[in-house]
Every structure is written in structure tokens, then in C-alpha cells.
């Protein structure tokens, strides 16, 4: 078992940063390859970002790509989610997820535990 927390959400004015984390427990975090979703009101959780366990390797969504930016510390079982030139398009819950792999997944069902979610809020 994997328990994974989040935290830094909250509300920003358009253009503005946040960056989030999210605090794993239990099993080997570094065996993980960890993701970043989000789910806007009346839309499908979507894949925002991903990184290999390593860090060598990280996947973004392209409506984040040179905005966005993952990282982890092994040593902390933490990873992380820098958000700038934030857009009200961004507005969502953020949720972090562990997938017991090698290859960031881009599809939330290969996810084998999820966080509980954290608000952003992106105001025009």
C-alpha cells in the first residue's frame, strides 16, 4: 500500500505560480513512477504530467508543456508539481498518482493509488 498526500493548492490570479506536492508512505516510493492529474467540474480527470522513478525521464500534457515542470526527491518520498503562467483554463482538482512501473502512463487506470486531491483555483 501507497498512501499519497497533497498539498500547495489554492487560489491564484491568472499568470500567477503555485506549486504543489504530494507526500508518499508505505511501500518504496523511488519503485514508483509518479503522476500528476486533474479533474475540472463536468470534465474527465486528464493527465498532466509524469516522472520515471529516476527522474530521468518526464511526460507533460501539451496544454502544460513549458509551463508546468514534475519533480521528486527520493529521499523525502515526494514529488512535485511547479505551475506557472497559471491560466483559469487550469482550474481544477490536482491529484497525484503511483504507478508500479517503469514508463509514465498517460491513462489513469494503469494508477495503482491515488492522493485525495487539492484544490486550484485560477481567477481572470
Known amino acids: 500500500q501507497v498512501q499519497l498526500v497533497e498539498a500547495g493548492g489554492g487560489l491564484v490570479q491568472a499568470g500567477g505560480s503555485l506549486r504543489l506536492s504530494c507526500a508518499a508512505s508505505?511501500?518504496?516510493?523511488?519503485?514508483?513512477?509518479m503522476g500528476w492529474f486533474r479533474q475540472a467540474p463536468g470534465k474527465e480527470r486528464e493527465f498532466v504530467a509524469g516522472?520515471?522513478?529516476?527522474?530521468?525521464?518526464?511526460s507533460y500534457a501539451d496544454s502544460v508543456k513549458g509551463r508546468f515542470t514534475v519533480s521528486r526527491d527520493n529521499a523525502k518520498s515526494t514529488v512535485y508539481l511547479q505551475m506557472n503562467s497559471l491560466k483559469p483554463e487550469d482550474t481544477a482538482i490536482y491529484y497525484c498518482?503511483?504507478?508500479?512501473?517503469?514508463?509514465?502512463?498517460?491513462?489513469?487506470?494503469?494508477?495503482?493509488?491515488w492522493g485525495q486531491g487539492t484544490q486550484v483555483t485560477v481567477s481572470s
Open positions: 516522472i520515471t522513478w529516476s527522474g530521468g525521464v518526464t
Open positions: 498518482a503511483a504507478d508500479y512501473s517503469s514508463n509514465v502512463n498517460r491513462r489513469s487506470i494503469a494508477y495503482d493509488y
Open positions: 508505505g511501500r518504496t516510493f523511488a519503485s514508483y513512477v
